[in-house]
């Protein structure tokens, strides 16, 4: 048997010596580096980057779709981009929900279907600015009960400078309300009014009064006999309700502070526990629920729908209360609270759910009510109590301030970003405009510390500290985490470690995903301060044809800022050392293995690596400035950029995270602009480092969820929900 192996081996040995001689005389007609070109039979691309990219497609079809649901439907008018869905508009479907514009003024949705209309065609919907939006109720149903009835007549309409009435309070008895309050009278007078509720016409309701009191005393048959109407005692003309005869007429699109509402109210019923309005315009015949709204809440499909730094376009989102027991309260103009206090998830299409706390349960809700949220003075020539929305306009301000807001050493930075060019591609820093849809600043910058940080599958690496920036490709556009293709990594310095594992995978999952192909199973070992590789080789391609084992042992290191060079210093085939009979040919390894891919190729006896490209996109761009080989892997360390400014991760972001600031990000169907978005596994433990899979993000992520700041930051938990 012993004799048989050795006959074997040394017939593979003589078949390599011919195959030597061959090459020889065939290296010496061409220059090793081109014959080495190792060109796969076809230019399909690798199976990870056809995955990736039918993963794209499928993505980008959701994107692109135009929702329709119960009789309603979204028009796109403008070309899809990485920062507009092109829809103007959304389609809203609401149930359960006692909705506040804010503190007590709102309604309880039974249940409603309605468009939100931009104010701008082209802007979003920006929840913290309701002026630029009109909601367009089709059908549904609300009611109002005695503390928003009061609301809305004593802490907004009637609460200006120079009011007549003051102190009101409006209680729904069985077919009629009673308001009681005070009139001025060169004093002020108790007043109370007992009366019906109906729709003069299409755009205005009115309250008439059927019995009347002044100061405890009834003052019908009086006001009778002296032909006196309620006009003739109180002097009430405002931009949402005047009196006329014995009538208190109101606008019902302005009985709310913004967003404008326009809705058409079919019937209206009274009952103790409140007005019931039934509302329809009659372009819809019911209300057909879509498969994603929650028992209780509300659903929003198609357009852009800004909230704070986060924009979801072609918007798929559900909001729902967490606890599904108490009445659930969503405060507009404090909606932001409620988001702080909540929490979001995402399934891997992009679709978003809101999980929010009731207002009412917050500790804000407690002492709004203690210090009577709203009861300031509007002023008298607004002739309502405009003070609402002076207060949310001023909050917003403040807000934005802090969500638009670039340190100056970063403002600096973006001017002097330096291109990034590979293959004719540059991509510059952007000059949109400051909007709603993008931010000043640089591309965003990242820092990683202690994470296994995977491109794809097993291909990736071991960051121990790392700081870079996501430079887009194009001018102006956000970095979009779905396409690794559209961005580029620039590294500004730090270091990480190559697993072997990982290194093999880079190989055997990537590089060599081809035929014909000379080389195959790659395993690589730390050996004595070297690298040993095992697999098998074909001379030529396919010569034998099988794979002949091999092991190569040698060393490697930097040979420049860009490139790796392996170099064998010991290469056996089938047992068999052949170093030394193929530096007697004077044959390179290159010339019997041919092998050039991407980022990677056999020159000669060495091969040469180059980290700009050898991984799957993105583009990776750094300075080397050493290469260990170690037990744990390769140890790669990166110059540091002298000058250019680097994320700075928040105090307590822990010890294994991904921290990206500034610029503008696009993850899922959201776009985050002038984002803070720290990505962590609360499920860690210790010093244990995270995972992240940058092309199956959307996997990890849905198996979290996210934590939204007031200041519109961004903390994505990967850890599993269940």
Known sequence: MTRFVAATAMLYASLIVSACADANSAASQASPTHAAADQPASSALPSIEAAKQKQLSNEQA????????????????????????????????????????????GFQIGQMAAS???????????FDDPRSVTIDVHRGDVTLDSAKLTAIFDRYLFQYQGSPLRNMRVVPEEGRLRITGEMQRGG??????????????????????????????????LMQAAHVKMADLLKVDTPVARLDGDDVVMQVAKLTPPPALNMTIERIAIHPDGVRFTLDDHTLKDIAWPASMPARGLLIEGGDVKFMRSMPMNIDMAITPIDANAPFVLDLYRYREQMAAGYLTFDEAGALTVHLPSYAALASASRDTMRGVGVGVGSASAKLNDSFIREQQASLAVARAQWQRVPPNLLNAAARTVPVSFNGSTALKGSAQQDERSSSGPAPLIHVQNVDFYVSGRIGFHVRSLDAQMVPKHP???????????????????????????????????LLDYTPRSLNDLQLTPVDGGLQVKGGIKLWNHFPGVWLPTTMRGTIDVRDERHLVYRPESVEVLGVPQAGMLRALDVPLAALTPFRRKGVALEGNELVFDQYAVFPPPLLQGRLSGARVTDDGLVLSFKREVGVPVARPPAGAGTSFVWIEAGDVKMFNALVVNGRTLIRDSARVGAEPMRFDLYAYRRDVAEGKVLMGVDGGLVVDLAGRF
């Open 116 to 126: 939100l209309v931009p104010a701008r065609p082209g802007s979003p919907i920006v």
């Open 188 to 221: 002020w007078v108790p007043i109370v009014l007992t009366g019906t509720l109906s729709m003069r016409n299409a755009s205005e309701m009115a309250f008439h009064a059927e019995h009347v009191e002044v100061a405890g005393v009834g003052a019908d048959k």
């Open 62 to 105: 959701v994107a692109n779709r135009v929702p329709s649901a119960s009789g309603m439907s979204a028009k796109r008018a403008r070309p899809l981009t990485l920062r507009d869905s092109g829809i103007d508009g959304s389609m809203m479907f609401a149930r359960d929900v006692d909705f506040r514009v804010t503190g007590e003024i």
């Open 476 to 510: 102006g556009q956000p970095v979009d985490l779905d396409d690794p293709t559209q961005y580029d990594i620039r590294i500004i310095g730090g270091e990480v470690v190559e697993p072997w594992p990982a290194m093999a995978a880079l190989f055997n999952d990537y």
